[in-house]
């Protein structure tokens, strides 16, 4: 569905109602019409004729709107579909790709920023556990992600236990104060005595490398080789 086609068919229907409501206010006040349709049987089939086209001019525009709002109604629902990850609710895989892909092909931008997150415990969790749980804290970590990205970067699961953060028009103010944030509400929650599981997680930060990083690829993998190991 285009947006003009919606555009159009609400002019359409605009244009019904304007006519509908001067076609009215002609013929309610008028009583000699009143008369000429009670007595002349042609007049009152022409009248019962135009308010059946009118009648059934509605219902055809009703009905469009309502194909349009199911069809605006399933495309959103496509699109979050195909955009977010299934089990967090974040950007997926696919919506990382399509961001990155804005920068392939042209050297990286001085404010494009990087930032790799690595769940630690998930596999541990998930042994001692089951992946219910472990899921579970992946769906927890990515909302709490979520809340501490919002209108500051753009985050997503890469895949696995792997999340993503790009900064566009970044620095490295902005960057620590979404870590700050972010370590906030991870302490909060590992605190908060209902959450039996704590949240374990590490990063890596690659922003302005200068000569040593040239596309954006080599930005996010440096960024995935700074993750601390977890013997370290």
């Known amino acids: 569905m285009k947006k003009t086609d919606f555009i159009y068919k609400t002019i359409q229907l605009v244009l019904y ?7 009215l206010g ?14 002349d049987p042609s007049v009152r089939i022409l009248c019962i004729c135009l ?5 059934m001019s509605f219902l055809f525009i009703y009905r469009d709107f309502n194909f349009f709002s199911s069809c605006r109604k399933h495309y959103r629902e496509l699109d979050h579909a195909v955009h977010s990850d299934p089990l967090s609710g974040i950007a997926n895989r696919f919506s990382c790709d399509v961001m990155i892909e804005k920068y392939l092909d042209r050297p990286v931008p001085k404010d494009l920023g990087c930032i790799m997150f690595d769940l630690t415990n998930i596999h541990e969790i998930n042994q001692h556990y089951g992946h219910i749980k472990g899921n579970q804290l992946i ?7 979520h809340l501490a990205a919002a209108g500051t970067c753009f985050v997503g699961r890469n895949g696995g236990n792997k999340f993503l ?6 620095d490295s103010c902005k960057m620590d104060n979404f870590l700050k944030k972010l370590d906030q509400r991870i302490q909060s929650y590992n605190q908060d005595p209902v959450n039996r599981l704590l949240i374990e997680y590490r990063y890596g930060i690659a922003f302005h490398e200068g000569e040593e990083v040239h596309t954006i690829t080599d930005l996010i993998a440096l960024s995935n080789r700074r993750i601390p190991r977890q013997d370290q």
């Open 165 to 170: 953060a790009i900064f566009e028009d970044g």
């Open 51 to 55: 308010w059946l086209v009118l009648g």
């Open 26 to 39: 002609l013929i309610l006040p008028d009583r000699r019409l009143y008369h000429l349709v009670a007595s």
């Open 17 to 23: 109602l304007l006519l509908t409501a001067v076609c």
């Open 139 to 145: 769906r927890d970590f990515s909302g709490i992600l």
